[in-house]
């Protein structure tokens, strides 16, 4: 069984900067795409930023320039630093692995940036 932890997050002044983690266990091989996705409210999930296996990554317009993503394949572990963050940005973040095509979903973790 499948599980992404995630940590990270909270509250933090626009302008401001959080990271966020997330790690895969249940004994899969090394997951082929791993990224994070959010939800704020009133609104549908939304793509933010992924990574493949070998390192491709790929962001959200919004985010762009703002945002890092990075993994560690060794440990399955996906990373999001998120600098100059804004009022926009509230959301719960949702960690995301695909081992080809299965998809596994971290629990989310809030988000929430002040003005």
């Known amino acids: 069984q499948v599980e992404l932890v995630e940590s990270g997050g909270g509250l933090v002044q626009a302008g401001g900067s959080l990271g966020l983690s997330c790690a895969a266990s249940?004994?899969?091989?090394?997951?082929?795409?791993m990224g994070w996705y959010r939800q704020a409210p009133g609104k549908q999930r939304e793509l933010v930023a992924t990574i493949t296996r070998s390192g491709t990554t790929d962001y959200a317009d919004p985010v762009k320039g703002r945002f890092t993503i990075s993994r560690a394949n060794a440990q399955n572990t996906v990373y999001l630093q998120m600098n100059n963050l804004e009022p926009e940005d509230t959301a719960v973040y949702y960690c995301n692995a695909a081992y080809y095509s299965t998809h596994y979903w971290g629990q989310g973790t809030q988000v929430t940036v002040s003005s």
């Open positions: 249940g004994g899969i091989l090394i997951m082929t795409t």
